[in-house]
C-alpha cells in the first residue's frame, strides 16, 4: 500500500512563467521518483511546458531522475543558463 506524500515544487525562469507559478505542491505515491515529478510538471503545464527543457534538483541539490522523493521535499525546476 503507497501512502500519499506532498512535495513542494519550485519554478525559475521561463518555466515560472509557463506554469504561471513560482511554486506549488504535489501530491505524489511514496514510491516517487523525480521522474514522476517531472512527468507531473509536465501534464500540469500541458503544451506550454512540452518543449522545455530543465533539470531537477531535489533540496538544493541537482539529481537524476531516478532520485526518490520523500514527503516534504522540495523540488526546483532549473532550466539551462543563458547568457550572452
Do not use: W
Not at 26 to 43: F, G, I, Y
Not at 61 to 84: C, H, N, R
Amino acid at each position: 500500500m503507497s501512502t500519499a506524500i506532498h512535495v513542494k515544487v519550485r519554478c525559475f525562469s521561463h518555466l515560472r512563467y509557463a506554469m504561471g507559478t513560482s511554486e506549488f505542491e504535489l501530491e505524489l505515491t511514496s514510491a516517487s521518483t523525480l521522474a514522476d515529478v517531472a512527468q507531473q510538471v509536465r501534464k500540469l503545464g500541458g503544451s506550454a511546458v512540452d518543449e522545455l527543457p530543465f533539470r531537477l534538483a531535489l533540496n538544493q541539490v541537482f539529481a537524476s531522475s531516478t532520485t526518490a522523493v520523500a514527503d516534504g521535499d522540495e523540488v526546483a525546476l532549473i532550466p539551462p543558463v543563458q547568457g550572452g
